[in-house]
């Protein structure tokens, strides 16, 4: 049986092909998987297949966990944790080896992203990312500068995060049927480190500052937020640019002078 709600923004998959192309993205044997809203286990069940270490399925609603719980009960290495992926401390659930797993419900794909992202404590943790997503939010998340589509989601993901691969799949390959096209993000975390940024959420903030004025030039936003002195420190900058016109370096070199205050 499967239960759906719009207002979780539940599609599920059903296209075996993707299914396998989505767990052979990865060595899944003697790993510690993670799975964001594994619905009603289509996914999961060709991961066991490949024998994990451990698999924690991180499912929201109640019909669904209850329903997964008893599927999986004889699955000694399988955890199923009834919790809001948003709201999860993800020290507890992140060990050595991990591989993240997650068909992303639509309408809060990009918050889970921003929370993963916003855990690069722990990248050192996970290998990969797995994560299927709007086709268009998708497209915005692995954006290369310059391009229509770079912006803020690339440039704070391109801080942490290398593309490894991506593939679109078909409205068709679920049940009921979107009305977009999906995109499966495959994604390692980089070990050398861009920039010696403290805290991303700083990096976050400063490209709000910026991309909420989009269409205007740099300059006035920059004076704003940075002292005469510390603009001296920007020379390589034009200030007669637009904020999608500046290359994600010069937003982490930005990030880097006010963390310095």
Do not use: W
Not at 160 to 180: A, E, G, R, W, Y
Not at 229 to 242: F, S
């Amino acid at each position: 049986m499967n239960f759906k709600k719009k207002s979780l923004g539940q599609n599920f998959l059903r296209d075996k092909n993707i299914i396998n192309k989505i767990v052979h993205s990865v060595q899944i044997k003697d790993k510690n998987i993670v799975e964001i809203g594994p619905g009603d286990g289509a996914l999961t069940d060709q991961i066991i297949k490949q024998k994990p270490k451990n698999l924690i399925l991180i499912e929201k609603d109640l019909k669904l966990f209850l329903q997964l719980k008893s599927k999986y009960k004889s699955e000694k290495f399988v955890k199923v944790v009834y919790f809001d992926f948003l709201k999860i401390n993800l020290e507890n659930i992140i060990k050595e080896n991990t591989i993240i797993f997650g068909n992303l419900p639509y309408n809060v794909s990009s918050q889970i992203l921003i929370k993963l992202l916003k855990s690069c404590h722990l990248t050192t943790k996970y290998d990969d990312l797995i994560l299927m997503f709007q086709k268009e939010l998708g497209e915005k998340i692995v954006a290369k500068f310059p391009s229509s589509k770079y912006g803020r989601l690339s440039i704070i993901t391109s801080l942490i995060l290398n593309l490894k691969k991506k593939f679109l799949v078909s409205p068709n390959c679920f049940k009921p049927v979107p009305k977009v096209q999906s995109l499966v993000l495959h994604l390692k975390p980089k070990r050398k480190k861009l920039s010696n940024i403290a805290d991303i959420n700083n990096l976050e903030k400063i490209t709000n500052i910026l991309f909420s004025n989009k269409r205007k030039m740099i300059n006035k936003s920059l004076k704003k937020i940075l002292s005469n002195d510390e603009l001296k420190l920007l020379k390589e900058i034009r200030m007669n640019i637009r904020p999608s016109e500046l290359k994600p370096e010069l937003y982490y070199k930005i990030t880097e002078i006010i963390e310095k205050r």
